[in-house]
């Protein structure tokens, strides 16, 4: 009897995925939730708030609130979904550190209502 059906050698296991540090909160590390209530701007139409951020050893990631006074009734309209993110008339949502780095967000962008 020959041995031409035995069974494939096993398959090696892929190596773990782990994410980059700089990519989000890390997976073995509660945050300390820190309560805010941040007005970072109001107009008529509308306001922005932080409402709370999560401290982590590594960063910190920032609860934000968009109040608008009139409902956003475009059916294609998606905060991601905009032609130009650094157009004038677009919110735009960023931080400074203390040594000068900066983090910005261009692609979570809600458009402003034109003045009329």
Known sequence: MSN???PPPP????PEHRQPEWFGPPDNV?????????T???????????????VFPNGVQVTTRLLMREEVRHPMWHPFMVEDPLAPDVLRLGAEYADGSKATEPRATVPRRRSR
Request: proline fraction near 10%; charge should be neutral.
């Open 11 to 14: 398959r090696p296991k892929p």
């Open 40 to 54: 970072l701007a109001r107009t008529g139409d509308l306001a922005l708030v932080i409402q709370a951020a999560e």
């Open 30 to 38: 509660l945050g300390v939730m820190v309560p805010l209530e941040v």
């Open 4 to 6: 031409f059906f035995q």
